[in-house]
């Protein structure tokens, strides 16, 4: 195969042409729908270029210029016209077979229903155009389908026409008055069940609000329609931004790549990210669906009115974004429990992708297919960034930027560095070496020193940060770190609490008026997602787990008194010795089960204990097989001396009805099924009597720790009463995904053959073979290289039926270089399987050619 090439952002040119205008005529049919699109086509600038527009996938019929048919060319997915006119009319009819699409991207058929997929680079598959973010055009959009078939037609923005044609036929005419980029069209056709609704806004504007779901699932649309009022309302009173067209759609489709997409005012979601009832959806799927639908509503300023320059930019709405749904379920619920959240993505995935082949800035350089660009990097380190300048600006100064930043640039495609002036300007803030954070890849380590003059009573913290070179080679400069500290006295009261602004190589802070040393809660909140080497000592993380003011900091001080304790034991299994646990480790475990005041969703977070996977992220080289021994000798440890508080506590929260008990009870049911299998009988008297999907799902996650008879009768009725609800069967397949057996591979494979799997269908994808490689750690990485070969068989496949889920899924496998070199050697293997592969996807090239290197 030819070599895919990489495009730069250093290449960034302005279009040679613009379009103003685009009506879209669609006559859809399922293998052959035509498309007749008409824009007004501007040139820019004095210049006598061709008109080169985009398309992939899409049958010419015909091309106009002013009405007149022109001479063109075709070569290498794009259309070539030769005109030497200013601004003109431009008609291409193409034909499309929706049934055929199995990328999902572009128009395709989602279990009877017309959907589209536009972003990043959809559009093109559609009709030739200019298929890039900075060409804004308002958008016309008529549709014409069969009435009994399709009765809903839909598209951006508002209804302004609709009626029958002949032979059965009707359509709907839509326009959308604010210019967008080709990425956010949208167009849904099918027929539904429809929830309605109305929210007034702050200017007291009625909007209509709409929720189509599959037929027989209105039931379960009502907490997605609550979740959009909820944000509707938050975005107004937060930010002061307000809904601006009369109408906002969601539709939700089984078949789809990502969670949710923005479209301007006809938002298609993953049905995962929508429907919910209490028998079918656990607490974490309701916080789910209410997260993401903010995200997707706030989109329609920061993303939609103003929108990205080039897809170098993405973290301009993406990073912004996520931090105002962060945000919104912080104001919503616990803002100590969605920030564990947050940092627990950035520690266990972003910092992985830092280390691996595919390391790169939240703003990227360089990209070969873009869709491998929707990253947490560019997500959710991107959403660190912008909590960074909140804690540099503060909630006033920040709000400040954000209004100036829409006043400026409200219907532009901007930058990353358009969003940074504007916090600067409205702020007074230098932020020039802030915005190394956009262009420089890598996890940065800070080490902190600490010492203490007692005759002085003075306490001096010496910081001092790197960053280690990553592939794409960026710049490792000082960066500008608001670095978060509180100092507690030996009684537990806070003697200091600040931010410490870090923004050189190495720095010093001296604390004056000390009677005594002090306890160090460092890098409080996670302040920045920065890496912190600092020799705790076990009396200190207890201190801060006890005393510590921030609920977060409680939480980080436990994760790293387990990690410690693991890593330890795995030491001493190198050495050989005998595996040990420091008994304070137990008794401050023990101390939060038995803590009155905690919160008990924080408990049920603490007493999480972190994952294999989150720990092979705090190492650079990792021994596998004795990481396995000592995590589980450290948690039947804690769970083993803790055995009487845990029964106590299920029991206690038996009978609650609150998501934050059923959390609790749920965690440490795990952890009694640790210390002794006879508390089966415990987790199947809940399965049965459960009256939710958390207490039935966490029952059976509680048994999923090894096989058992139990296990197998209760998932064997888990399935028989679930089978036809493909979302309650994604989380019976990503059970078995999980379950540490000899024989799981075998019955993964055989699960291909089940009636609720489809390598057609994303979501069945991700829950069993995704799910597998990215959460069955010892399963996946078996020495013998089974896991290896099953995940890339997989991924063979599904290189021609969907090459984004395939690229998605294969980042555990690209992540070798931190395991041992027969390991190694066996998933190097398999990534040059895939690399032979003929016609292998842009998608794939570019991960496992990174890799190899």
């Not at 990073?319 to 919104?328: A, C, I, K, N, S």
């Not at 008194?561 to 330890?568: A, I, K, N």
């Not at 969703?601 to 994952?611: D, P, V, W």
Request: with cysteine; aromatic share 10%; net charge negative.
């Amino acid at each position: 195969m030819s070599q895919p090439q990489a495009k730069f952002l250093k290449d960034y040119q302005t279009p040679s042409f613009q379009i103003s205008h685009i009506d879209l005529n669609f006559s859809l049919a399922e293998k052959q729908t035509e498309l007749i699109a008409t824009s007004k086509v501007i040139r820019q600038g004095e210049h006598n270029q061709a008109l080169v527009l985009v398309g992939d996938e899409i049958e010419l019929v015909s091309v106009t210029v002013a009405g007149e048919a022109v001479s063109y060319e075709q070569r290498d997915g794009e259309l070539v016209i030769e005109t030497s006119l200013d601004e003109f009319e431009l008609q291409i009819t193409t034909k499309l077979d929706p049934e055929a699409n199995t990328s999902l991207e572009g128009l395709y058929m989602s279990d009877g229903a017309y959907c589209t997929q536009c972003e990043a680079e959809g559009f093109r598959r559609i009709t030739y155009f200019l298929d890039r973010p900075d060409v804004l055009a308002i958008y016309t959009v008529r549709i014409e389908a069969d009435k009994q078939a399709f009765p809903y037609l839909l598209s951006n923005g508002n209804l302004v026409d609709s009626g029958d044609t002949d032979n059965g036929l009707h359509f709907a005419k839509w326009h959308d008055p604010f210019p967008k980029p080709a990425y956010l069209f949208a167009l849904v056709a099918g027929d539904f069940d429809l929830l309605e609704d109305s929210f007034t806004t702050c200017s007291q504007r009625n909007i209509k609000l709409q929720v189509f779901v599959d037929k027989g699932n209105l039931n379960k649309a009502h907490h997605a329609m609550a979740s959009l009022k909820k944000s509707m309302k938050w975005d107004e009173s937060r930010f002061n931004l307000e809904y601006d067209l009369d109408i906002y759609m969601i539709v939700a489709v089984d078949f789809f790549n990502m969670g949710a997409m923005e479209n301007k005012g006809l938002n298609v979601f993953n049905t995962k990210f929508v429907l919910a009832d209490k028998d079918s959806a656990t607490d974490d799927d309701y916080h789910g669906i209410e997260s993401v639908v903010g995200h997707e509503y706030f989109h329609n300023w920061t993303g939609n009115r103003v929108t990205c320059r080039d897809w170098f930019q993405l973290s301009l709405k993406e990073g912004l974004t996520v931090f105002r749904d962060q945000e919104f379920s912080s104001d919503l619920g616990s803002r100590a429990v969605n920030r564990i959240h947050a940092i627990k993505v950035i520690k266990n995935q972003q910092f992985a992708e830092d280390s691996g082949p595919m390391a790169h800035p939240i703003r990227p350089e360089s990209v070969i297919e873009m869709n491998n660009f929707y990253t947490v990097t560019v997500y959710n380190k991107g959403a660190e960034v912008i909590r960074m300048m909140h804690t540099l600006l503060g909630e006033i100064g920040f709000q400040k930027g954000m209004a100036l930043y829409f006043e400026r640039h409200d219907g532009q495609a901007v930058t990353c560095d358009d969003f940074v002036a504007a916090m600067q300007d409205a702020s007074g803030v230098d932020l020039s070496q802030f915005k190394r954070w956009y262009s420089q890849a890598g996890t940065p380590q800070v080490n902190v020193k600490e010492e203490f003059d007692e005759e002085n009573q003075r306490y001096t913290l010496t910081l001092e940060q790197s960053t280690p070179a990553t592939p794409d080679g960026s710049a490792k400069l000082p960066l500008h770190i608001p670095f978060d500290i509180e100092l507690l006295d030996v009684a537990g009261s806070q003697l200091i609490n600040k931010v410490l602004d870090f923004t050189e190589a190495k720095q010093e802070f001296t604390f004056e008026g000390l009677l005594q040393k002090p306890v160090p809660s460092l890098l409080q909140n996670f302040s920045a997602p920065v890496k912190l080497d600092f020799d705790y000592s076990v009396e200190q993380l207890v201190h801060i787990m006890r005393f510590a003011t921030s609920e977060v900091a409680k939480w980080e001080a436990s994760v790293a008194l387990f990690s410690q304790s693991v890593w330890q034991n795995v030491a001493r299994l190198q050495t050989p010795q005998a595996m040990f646990i420091d008994p304070r480790i137990v008794d401050a475990f023990k101390g939060v089960i038995l803590a009155q005041d905690l919160d008990k969703a924080l408990m049920a977070e603490i007493l999480t204990l972190a994952s294999a996977g989150s720990l092979i992220e705090q190492k650079a080289c990792v021994d596998l097989d004795c990481l396995a021994l000592a995590r589980e000798f450290v948690v039947l440890e804690i769970a083993a001396n803790c055995e009487d508080e845990l029964l106590v506590k299920v029991r206690e929260q038996a009978n609650i009805d609150d998501a934050s008990a059923r959390a609790l009870k749920n965690v440490c049911l795990s952890l009694l099924l640790k210390v002794d299998s006879n508390y089966a009988a415990l987790a199947k008297q809940q399965f049965e009597s459960a009256e939710n999907m958390t207490d039935s799902l966490g029952a059976l996650s509680a048994l999923n720790g090894e096989p058992s008879t139990v296990r197998d009768q209760l998932m064997t009725e888990f399935e028989q009463k679930w089978l036809t609800t493909p979302l309650v069967m994604d989380k019976w397949f990503g059970l078995h995904a999980t379950l540490n057996s000899d024989n799981c591979i075998d019955k993964l494979t055989s699960l291909f053959e089940h009636q609720a799997f489809s390598f057609n269908n994303p979501n069945r994808v991700r829950s069993l073979i995704g799910i597998f490689a990215a959460a069955n750690t010892f399963e996946f990485h078996r020495i013998d290289g089974l896991g290896y070969q099953f995940l890339t068989d997989a991924i063979i496949k599904l290189n021609t039926l969907n090459p984004q889920v395939a690229a998605r899924i294969i980042t555990p496998l690209i992540q070798f270089k931190k395991f041992d070199k027969v390991r190694q050697q066996l998933m190097a293997n398999e990534l040059n399987r895939i690399l032979a592969v003929d016609n292998l996807s842009k998608d794939l090239y570019e991960k496992v050619t990174k890799a190899l290197v």
